[in-house]
């Protein structure tokens, strides 16, 4: 079945696929030439890859642009694609059917061919074994770990020094920081050890930047198996955790934690949920069985039920509000009411109201970002405790009516000092290096080092761990590559001399801080339904404590 395809042509020599179809490998694999080897190779490396429509009330945005080097691109449809770096062999070596190595001028430095990429659509026990959970506070903590962000050269970077490029677009961490790594042989150009930051990038060249990863803690609650089936997997997802690994989120993702503790792996997941949002959350164990499933969401055959709590006295009347929404920040993820957005349609009816707040039923007929919070706020009736739709950075009136007395930039900018105060832009999907001068200040004083500093740290760097060797992860397209997490006892990982997160004292969220009121009640399709017990904040007998 034709599934459409997007090729977007790189300027400096290569093809990129970002939606994949049968029949375009097998149309442009009978072509032959070079340009049909190179597309069909491609498509065959990308055999895994799907991409899911974000046919859900309350999925994330995925479009948030570039981001820098320290932290993984948010995954798309959590189905991740494989980057075989390092294990196709020589690309130098001679004989019948191998590449040979591309000779440059007398003294030009040589750009190895990129490598192939290998199919891949899931995580494996190596990627498991990179680090282990602990709970602590009702919270579920993952041990710091070792871990290699790795990316092609960019377009735009080439002809520029890595000084250059670390400067203007991963300002994650200081000059003075990436001088210190490098030192410490924690940067890697074309797997070569990189010694000076000035060197200048060519097309093809190939950046691994090994980090000391740390994941913000989730609720430690469970998550519960609702249904099982040789087709798929449903769960009750908790609140605060997100589905794929996306931002500084990796190892506590419900894909990690179903292959860490139910040995449930190779799954596609078929909606998403925001990582506040908890409920039902359907993965399909097979490829197939995916794509039928997005039939019935393309068709429309899809019927999806949530419940929230939301301020005030909700209108008894069933309530359908068809404001058109709009991308304020694809990276910040906010949306408002405007009628420049995309049509959308909810229908609202409430349950219950116990004086001060309502219990809302919810059934999203679109599938925009955040529709069901942002269509609530619209209304005047926000859920309770959104941190973002319920926030004083809205104005005196929190958005209702679509009447907000500022600018997009000086909302956004509210609303990141407002996190950044409460030390919860996670909420946001941020982190301090994501911070530019015009949103906020960047890292915490507290977290900063001289550059005298850093050089002792690299030597010391270099004594304790050498190189280290950590699982990889692609920036564009948060590709999965092979590889072994590091070989370093626990103790080693969990501090590193290099780390600014080592050096900051963080004060644990509340387990009850983590939790949204907006679940995910119930999924019907033909021939399927799947519900989820009410929440807890949902019973008519509750009170806000």
């Given at each position: 079945m034709w599934l459409g395809c997007w090729l977007r042509f790189r300027v400096l020599g290569h093809w990129r696929l970002d939606f994949w179809s049968p029949r375009l490998a097998r149309t442009w694999s009978g072509c032959g030439g070079p340009m049909a080897e190179t597309l069909s190779t491609r498509v065959e490396a990308a055999g895994g890859l799907r991409c899911l429509a974000q046919e859900n009330g309350e999925a994330g945005g995925d479009a948030r642009g570039e981001r820098l080097l320290e932290r993984p691109e948010p995954a798309g449809p959590g189905v991740e694609q494989a980057l075989g770096v390092g294990e196709q062999g020589s690309a130098s070596a001679s004989g019948p059917g191998k590449r040979k190595k591309r000779r440059g001028a007398t003294g030009e430095r040589v750009v190895p061919p990129p490598k192939k990429r290998r199919a891949g659509v899931s995580f494996g026990d190596e990627h498991f074994a990179e680090t282990s959970y602990y709970f602590e506070g009702g919270l579920r903590k993952v041990r710091p770990y070792y871990f290699d962000f790795r990316t092609y050269c960019k377009g735009r970077w080439v002809g520029h020094s890595l000084l250059h490029v670390f400067s203007t677009e991963f300002r994650a961490q200081t000059l003075a920081y990436y001088e210190a790594a490098a030192r410490a042989g924690r940067l890697h150009l074309n797997e070569e050890p990189v010694q000076d930051l000035s060197i200048v990038l060519k097309d093809n060249d190939f950046l691994r930047n090994t980090v000391h990863r740390h994941e913000p803690p989730v609720m430690a609650e469970p998550i519960r198996l609702l249904a099982e089936n040789e087709d798929v997997v449903v769960v009750d997802k908790p609140s605060s955790i997100p589905v794929h690994p996306c931002g500084r989120f990796r190892h506590n993702t419900v894909i990690f934690i179903l292959g860490k503790?139910?040995?449930?792996?190779?799954?596609?997941?078929?909606?998403?949920?925001?990582?506040?949002?908890?409920?039902?959350?359907?993965?399909?164990?097979?490829?197939e069985v995916s794509e039928k499933i997005h039939e019935h969401?393309?068709?429309?055959?899809?019927?999806?039920?949530?419940?929230?709590?939301?301020?005030?006295?909700?209108?008894?009347?069933?309530?359908?509000?068809?404001?058109?929404?709009?991308?304020?920040?694809?990276?910040?993820?906010?949306?408002?009411?405007?009628?420049?957005?995309?049509?959308?349609?909810?229908?609202?009816?409430?349950?219950?109201?116990?004086?001060?707040?309502?219990?809302?039923?919810?059934?999203?007929?679109?599938?925009?970002?955040?529709?069901?919070?942002?269509?609530?706020?619209?209304?005047?009736?926000?859920?309770?405790?959104?941190?973002?739709?319920?926030?004083?950075?809205?104005?005196?009136?929190?958005?209702?009516?679509?009447?907000i007395p500022k600018t997009d930039e000086e909302l956004l900018r509210d609303l990141v000092a407002e996190h950044q105060a409460k030390q919860s832009l996670d909420v946001l999907n941020l982190c301090e290096g994501d911070l530019s001068p015009g949103l906020t200040d960047s890292m915490a004083p507290s977290s900063e080092l001289s550059k005298d500093s850093l050089e002792e740290l690299a030597t010391t760097a270099q004594k304790t761990d050498g190189v280290v060797e950590a699982a990889p992860q692609d920036l564009d397209t948060m590709a999965?590559?092979?590889?072994?997490?590091?070989?370093?006892?626990?103790?080693?990982?969990?501090?590193?001399?290099?780390?600014?997160?080592?050096?900051?004292?963080?004060?644990?969220?509340?387990?009850?801080?983590?939790?949204?009121?907006?679940?995910?009640?119930?999924?019907?399709?033909?021939?399927?339904?799947?519900?989820s017990p009410m929440p807890a904040w949902a019973h008519d007998d509750w009170q806000e404590n």
């Open positions: 503790e139910h040995q449930l792996k190779e799954l596609h997941p078929l909606h998403r949920l925001d990582r506040l949002t908890s409920g039902v959350l359907m993965f399909a164990k097979t490829a969401v393309r068709d429309r055959q899809l019927e999806k039920e949530y419940v929230c709590r939301v301020e005030g006295e909700f209108p008894i009347e069933e309530v359908t509000c068809k404001e058109p929404i709009l991308v304020v920040s694809y990276k910040v993820g906010v949306c408002r009411v405007d009628p420049q957005g995309k049509p959308c349609e909810t229908v609202f009816q409430r349950l219950s109201y116990n004086g001060h707040s309502s219990v809302v039923q919810c059934r999203p007929l679109t599938g925009r970002t955040h529709q069901i919070r942002v269509h609530l706020q619209f209304l005047g009736h926000p859920i309770l405790n959104d941190p973002i739709y319920n926030s004083v950075a809205w104005g005196p009136s929190r958005g209702r009516g679509g009447h999965l590559a092979q590889g072994t997490a590091a070989e370093t006892d626990v103790i080693n990982q969990e501090t590193d001399p290099l780390c600014a997160e080592c050096r900051l004292v963080r004060q644990d969220p509340l387990p009850q801080d983590l939790v949204m009121f907006l679940h995910a009640l119930r999924y019907k399709g033909p021939g399927f339904e799947y519900c």
